[in-house]
Every structure is written in C-alpha cells, then in structure tokens.
Nanobody
Framework: QVQLVESGGGLVQAGASLRLPCAAS????????MAWFRQAPGKEREFVAA????????HYADSVKGRFTISRDNAKNTVYLQMNSLKPEDTAVYYC????????????????WGQGTQVTVSS
C-alpha cells in the first residue's frame, strides 16, 4: 500500500509555471506506475499524465502535451508534474495516483489517490 501527498499548487497568471510534487510513503514506491489527474468544478476527473515504474515510459493527455512533464525520483519517493505555459483552462484540483498493475489513462486503473492540490490560473 502507498499513501500520497500532493503539494505545490497555487494561484498563478496565464503563461506561468508550477511544479507539483507528490510524496509517497512506503518502501515499494518504485514498483508503482504513477499518474496525475485533474478535476475542474462541475467536470469529471480527467487524465493528465502517467509514468511507468522505471520512468522509461510516459503518456500525456493531448491538452497538456508539450507543456507538462511528468517525472519521478524513486530515491526520494516522489513524482513530479512540471507545468509550463499554464492556461486558465488548466485550473483544477490536481491529484496524484498510483497503480501496481497498469500504466493507464482512466481513474479505474489507479488504486491509490492523494487528497489533491488546487491550481488556479488567472487570465
């Protein structure tokens, strides 16, 4: 089992950058595929990015490709989401998730979730 804690959210202007860390507890962090999802008010939670347990494979939603980068440091039990060129439509609560099985793009693929961190991008 793994517990996840996101941080790094805040209020920024359009065009700015933010980096969201997600710290994981547990000795087996390096065995989990990790992902970021986001949920805007009144909308369903949507996939943002995912990274395999080795870090060699990454996947991105089309809406963030080229602007966001997911990475991980297994020695620090942390996964990161670097967000550049932020847009108002990126405003959402961002969630970190872990899966011991698949590197998926749906919420059903991930068994463990953090509490989320709010990102607000003003125009």
């Amino acid at each position: 089992q793994v517990q996840l804690v996101e941080s790094g959210g805040g209020l920024v202007q359009a065009g700015a950058s933010l980096r969201l860390p997600c710290a994981a507890s547990g000795r087996t962090f390096s065995q989990y595929n990790m992902a970021w999802f986001r949920q805007a008010p009144g909308k369903e939670r949507e996939f943002v990015a995912a990274i395999s347990w080795t870090g060699r494979s990454t996947h991105y939603a089309d809406s963030v490709k080229g602007r966001f980068t997911i990475s991980r440091d297994n020695a620090k039990n942390t996964v990161y989401l670097q967000m550049n060129s932020l847009k108002p439509e990126d405003t959402a609560v961002y969630y970190c998730a872990a899966s011991g099985v698949v590197l998926g793009r749906t919420t059903h693929d991930y068994a463990y979730w953090g509490q989320g961190t709010q990102v607000t991008v003003s125009s």
